[in-house]
């Protein structure tokens, strides 16, 4: 039986939207090529708040995260963790050979300002890389309080891997002075996996010039000048199945629910599980940082996540374990990209039958 997914990625995609990935396809070089790629870049860069260069990597998000630290850490990086995904980011860097300390709090706390402050005031950091929201923890960072402590630190390139928040909750990159800001389409976007996007500043731009070794596929300054040179194209071939996907949903994301009623339908069905967790079970996050795309619930009754997941099957819906070490310990709901709060109280109504709660 097809299951409805509420796992963090991949997410439901709509089927209008999973037929445009089976558009045919045109030449990578063509004009027509141009176009669809500089639509999908000005639509993007409103669903950012930017306006930056926006990149496209057939990648998954991890791509483009690997892609900044190495193209833009000119002395060092700090990286902070506040969970699987900040680790991630520690692991890109060392496996790049890019100097790099990992600043990490316990999971289900957040990056803070003072953190941040505390960190750069050494001087030894010219890169930050932040996770906005932590897929394994439920965790939200505080960005707009973090952007003020930036404003000390003109020189310092901001990194955000938005990858499971972009498209479900407003992120302001210019406001914020993002430097780098990144996703994947397989989350809060509604697309199937394999395409990544970023917006790069002026800023990173330059700090790229100066780093000799910037790899090849994942060189973020030899994309940013290619699409500038050639009209929005690419120096490989991308997926242009995802770029049709893309454009249609991000039409659709824009135009036609538009983002303001998106982000408040995430909001909504956040509150909504929330609700629900801490009625039958409890939030595993700190509760001054939830997040508002998916909700990771601490295993109070100590369930057997795996078994009500077989259960929640044969009635065609999965949700996700805990991620990593806090398997069985915390279970996860995902409320993202085209999720009605209808199909959440659905889910809650027959997690409450098969738990008998
Ligand atoms: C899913 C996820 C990633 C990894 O993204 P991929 O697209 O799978 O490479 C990174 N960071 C966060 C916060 C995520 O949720």
Redesign the pocket.
Known sequence: MRKKLFI??PVEVREDVLAKMATPMIGHRSKDASALQRDISELAQKMFYTKNQIILSTT???GL?EGSVRSCTRKRAAVFSIGA?GD?WYEMAQGNNVPADKIKVEEGQATTPEMVDEALATGKYDLITI?H???SSGVMCPVEAIAEVMKKYPDVIWCM?T??SMGGTKIDVDALGVDICIT?T??CIGLP?GM?ICSMSEKAVNAAKEVPFRGYYLDLLELYNYIQKKEYQYPSTPSLSHMFALQYQLHRIIDEEGLENRFARHLQMAQRVREWAKTYFDLFADERYLSNTLTVIKNTHGINVGDLNKQLGEVGLTLANGYGSLKEKTFRIAHMADCTLAEVDELLGHINRILGL
Do not use: I, L, Y
């Open positions: 963090p990625g998954s998000g991890s995260m995904f991630r996770t929201n932590e897929t891997d990858v499971s994947s397989q989350k996996p990544a």
